[in-house]
Nanobody, 130 residues
Framework: VQLQASGGGLVQAGGSLRLSCAAA????????VAWFRQAPGKEREFVAA????????YYSESVKGRFTISRDNAKSTAYLQMNSLKSEDTAVYSC????????????????????????WGQGTEVTVSS
């Protein structure tokens, strides 16, 4: 699976952005999709994940209530709607997929481990100015 992330940019604090993760291939619906981010000088951080059908999601505490992950399997695309952005959200955002369903990962915090993911897209840069 080839993944292409897009939608990053410069936004003021309090603003919104929507990131997209487009997949090449017809098996997109068999993968859990996750978003990660990496700020300069920091380790890669889990942001959110969504089940194959889109009915179940999991978020990091730092973005819960502000970010929404979704997917459109007909378009082989996942999204990350980011609202109420803060300067600490500045990072390069990447999408990743794992061939399994969300229910397989118990406890859920296993999803935070980047090594479980099979494929990664290149990042898209988000800069939030304060």
């Amino acid at each position: 699976v080839q993944l292409q992330a897009s939608g990053g940019g410069l936004v003021q604090a309090g603003g919104s952005l929507r990131l997209s993760c487009a997949a090449a291939g017809r098996t997109f619906s068999t993968y859990v999709v996750a978003w990660f981010r990496q700020a300069p000088g920091k380790e890669r951080e889990f942001v959110a994940a969504i089940s194959r059908g889109g009915e179940d999601t999991y978020y990091s505490e730092s973005v819960k209530g502000r970010f929404t992950i979704s997917r459109d399997n007909a378009k082989s695309t996942a999204y990350l709607q980011m609202n109420s952005l803060k300067s600490e959200d500045t990072a390069v955002y990447s999408c990743a997929v794992v061939l399994a369903d969300l229910s397989y990962f118990t406890p859920r915090n296993i999803l935070r481990n980047p090594t479980i993911y099979n494929y990664w897209g290149q990042g898209t840069e988000v800069t939030v100015s304060s």
